[in-house]
C-alpha cells in the first residue's frame, strides 16, 4: 500500500493532511473520487478515511453511517442498521487499499456496537463483483439467493 490512512470525520477538521490539503479539500477530493468512479453514496453516509499519498493523492476513500431507526432483539438491546461505500483509484488498485478500508469500518462498527452495548448489521449495497469477493473473505454473508446485481446487498452483524 502506497498511501496512509487519514480519518476523515469532522473530528479532523484542524487536521493538516499530506500535500497541505485542508479538511474541506480532502472531503472534497473524496467525494470526487466516488463521483469520477461512478459510486453513489447514501444520505446516511458521511466521510470516514482516505488513503492518501504523502503528496496527497487520494488513491481510495470510504463513507459510512447508520441508517434507519433502532430496533430491540428480545433483550431489549438496540440493534443498529449501517451501511458505508468503498472506492479505489485506479492508480491504487490490487495494492490492499480497499481491504484496509473496509477492515477498518468493520472495526469502528465493532467499536461502537460495544460502546453502545448494541448490535450493529453492517448492509453494503455491493455494485461489483470484486467488492463482493473482498467482502465474502471479511465474513459478510449474502440474501439466500447469493450475490447478484439484482439483489446487492451483503450482511455483516458485529457486537
Known sequence: MDCDLWSISESMEDEEFPGDLDYGEV???AYDLFRSM???TSNAEEPH??????????????VAGYRGGEEQDEDGYPILNATFSVVVAPAGRRRGIARK????IVEHFRQDAGWRE???????EVVNPHMAALLRSLGFSEN???WSERDPYMTLAVE
Not at 478515511?49 to 470510504?62: F, K
Not at 478500508?101 to 477498518?104: A, G, K, T
Open 118 to 124: 448494541a448490535t450493529v448489521i453492517i448492509e453494503p
Open 38 to 40: 461512478k459510486i453513489g
Open 144 to 146: 439466500a439467493g447469493g
Open 101 to 104: 478500508l473496509v477492515e477498518n
Open 27 to 29: 472531503v472534497d477530493a
Open 49 to 62: 478515511e482516505v488513503c492518501m499519498t504523502d503528496d496527497g493523492e487520494i488513491l481510495g476513500a470510504s
